[in-house]
């Protein structure tokens, strides 16, 4: 049921497939799709859908928070957006196109071919959030997302400035900023697979299914979440070598340097384990990334970087078990409360807005 308090204008005058509607998550959570015009990768109507979270708790004090999944994922984590309401922040979540809630038939899962075609999303997303919510907007990423998000930034730091759009700040869950794997990966083989992804866009990478990770968290297997398997399959969704190309084209640029203007922090697990089946070491550890890119990495961000490794932490960290995503959470508290007076302190500044 949509809540009274949360209408607004536009939800009276849009066409209705661009109103809020009830979200699959029930009560609490309401969707709106996100028409993106035709697909440039040639895979018909492309549409993203913005989440936002409703509970009746008054006036919030604190930024907008937006939420954005990596690969193989979609927004299903209602604990995080319980946890920032309860802070005073209004929450919203992007599920990118052919992502999850906006995945339509006769497409191919989370396939693009430019990470830069997600601006389209992020843009019209920030620009719904702070037409309802204000214009102090606070980026949380997983992932993949963690990638797309600190590009995007940077692109709007180059056209405008970050702090000029409204963006107060940068959380980054686990965010995949190198290839793992063996170091001929990215070496030799990273222009090869820049020469097929261009040739064979749509050739699938072989040996990808594993479904270690999906098992530890899923309750059917061996963890302790509940979500869409359609959108979010255990083994993962087949990576196709046109979309690895836009990846590592992503990975170059950021390693060359970013600029996202804002201070970020960078949440990760404290170690790697990489395995094909299941077992207890996956629950402690990211079982998808290399946490030693993370580290190695996340300085290119360009502006204050606080790096906080999180023990027993999970790949995403915000899914893992109770005791390390207690101290996710508090490491995310403590950062939060040290940015709002970053930002007392700079307000008055000759750089503040620069």
């Keep these: 049921m949509t809540n009274k308090a949360s209408l607004s204008v536009s939800d009276i005058t849009a066409p209705a497939a661009e109103r809020w509607q009830p979200d699959v998550l029930g009560a609490g959570y309401e969707q709106r799709s996100l028409p993106l015009g035709p697909d440039p990768d040639g895979e018909g109507e492309a549409v993203a859908t913005l989440v936002r979270y409703t509970p009746d708790t008054g006036a919030t004090t604190e930024p907008a928070v ?3 999944h990596g690969f193989t994922d979609y927004f299903f984590q209602q604990h995080l957006a319980e946890h920032f309401a309860g802070r005073g922040h209004r929450f919203y979540a992007l599920d990118l196109r052919k992502c999850g809630r906006s995945l339509r038939d006769g497409q191919t899962p989370h396939y693009v071919t430019d990470l830069a075609l997600y601006d389209a999303e992020l843009n019209e997303s920030l620009r719904v959030v702070q037409e309802e919510a204000g214009d102090n907007v606070l980026l949380v990423a997983h992932s993949t997302g963690g990638l797309i998000v600190s590009l995007w930034l940077n692109r709007l730091n180059q056209a405008k400035g970050t702090a000029k759009s409204g963006i107060v700040g940068l959380v980054l869950n686990s965010p995949w900023f190198d290839l793992q794997g063996p170091a001929y990966y990215r070496t030799i083989g990273t222009p090869v697979i820049k020469m097929l992804g261009r040739i064979r866009s749509m050739v699938e990478l072989p040996g990808n299914k594993i479904s270690s990770y999906g098992d530890s968290l899923h309750h059917s297997v061996a963890g302790e979440w509940d979500y869409n398997l359609d959108w979010k399959p255990l083994t993962g969704f087949p990576v196709r070598l046109g979309w690895l190309r836009a990846i590592r084209n992503g990975h170059a640029q950021l390693q060359a340097g970013l600029s996202v203007g804002v201070p970020a922090l960078i949440l990760r697990s404290r170690i790697t384990k990489f395995a ?28 204050r970087t606080n790096i906080v490794p999180i023990d027993g932490a999970r790949h995403d960290v915000f899914l893992s078990s109770a005791e390390p995503l207690a101290k996710a959470f508090a490491e995310l508290d403590s950062w939060l409360d040290w940015l709002a007076v970053f930002h007392r302190k700079t307000a008055g500044s000759p750089e503040a807005g620069a």
């Design 66 to 68: 937006l939420y954005v």
């Design 276 to 303: 094909r089946k299941y077992g207890p070491a996956v629950d402690v550890a990211d079982a998808v990334l290399d946490v030693r890119q993370i580290q190695r990495w996340s300085g290119c961000l360009g502006d």
